[in-house]
């Protein structure tokens, strides 16, 4: 791999050279750090097991190394790069993997870590979506995530990847992190802080990462990094585990956090020791049993994670002022109810109780039941999954829903050839060898679906949403047509 030439202000180097323990070597860290990140992708496997995926991509002579900390998780080597990139590979359009930094699966790993399952985990800066795809699968799509991003150009990003993932039991929501310690107190078994830093790890992937960096951005952003993890801490219900994780190197902003918050509410944080997280988790860790992954330990970017314990409640915040407005969705009644449950069966799409329908003018959703208890405490921008719209003739179903819910065993289902699929993610319609049975069709390709058709004639009229049409290089006439 080429070396890439990485800027570094004097005094960042100063800082490192305090803060890298003994044990490691100050030459390994700048030569890792000119070296390029490599890639690495997590197995969804909301859709997919690791093993089938194995099978699947083994005739493209990909060269997969097993993250660590994530039995789903690989760095990819591939030699067809320049001809097909990773985000145009059926695979990867279907949903079957997220293409994540490797590092940054170690905060779902230590989330769940010691066998915990919580019911309801909120992701306080959750854009693009790489953390709450891995919690949601770690959930088995089961429970409720509140998945939060402050930046609202970043919602649209963050939904797509949810959908794209079939992915049913995440609530977006769009505040200052700030806000949830008052607005929702106690309500959360698990969170997760990613918190926004100075980013000081990512030099590997972006060579100007540290262009503005500078020690007094470090205290400003530590500042903020506060009062998020107290806000944080008041929405965690006693009993419940927090992970605090940056993308950054220095003290200040990731020890020195964890420790204020012990200083604030004393025996109520106890530090949970990641030093079994994986085998290798030893190389990393510090005194009081958090992570500190220097880029040379694993080769992977720098990162910080600790994993907190609230033993008990501390005094409330004072209850926010704001008005939430009214919640414009109702129940289904249970006789409506079951009457789109049997279309939909009709269909091939499927859920369980723990999704419940709503209903908003000639729309029908279905949000998590374990959301419910936060419905009313703060505005969403997007909750559960769009099911269908209604009209005279019945239900108009809604493509997030055919990715999340079908059954690809149902007669409905219709599998494409590589070029039919193709012609579908370019937005074409597809004239099918053989015409399939049923007017309403479940589209599928690599047995999972992507999409839903009408068939009229002897051809299926395209239904793929317009936003996600693709033009360019795509899966087929390449490595991966066997």
Known sequence: ??????????????QMREAMPASLSFDDFLAACQRPLRRSIRVNTLKITVADFLTLTAPYGWSLTPVPWCEEGFWIARDDEDSLPLGSTAEHLSGLFYIQEASSMLPVAALFADGNMPERVMDVAAAPGSK??????????????????YAASRVKVLHANISRCGIGNVALTHFDGRVFGAALPEMFDAILLDAPCSGEGVVRKDPDAL?????????????????LIDSAFHALRPGGTLVYSTCTLNREENEAVVHWLKGQYGDAVEFLPLADLFPQAKQALTAEGFLHVFPQIYDCEGFFVARLRKTASIPPLPAPTYK??????????????????????????????GMRLWQRDKELWLFPAEIEPVIGKVRFSRLGIKLAETHNKGFRWQHEAVIALADVTHRTAFELTPEEAEAWYRGRDVYPQHTPDTDDVLVTFQHQPIGLAKRIGSRLKNSYPRELVRDGKLFTGNAQKN
């Open 324 to 353: 939430v407005g009214n919640f414009p969705f109702a129940p289904v009644k249970d006789r409506d109810a079951t009457k789109i449950v049997q279309a939909a069966n009709a269909l091939g799409l499927k859920w369980d109780n």
């Open 132 to 149: 709450t795809t891995q919690i949601a699968a770690r959930m088995g799509n089961r429970g409720a995530i509140l998945a939060n991003e």
């Open 1 to 14: 791999m080429t070396q890439h030439a990485v800027y570094f202000p004097e005094a960042f180097l100063t």
């Open 211 to 227: 262009k503005n960096w500078s020690v007094e951005s470090n205290h400003a952003i530590a500042a903020t990094q506060r009062e």
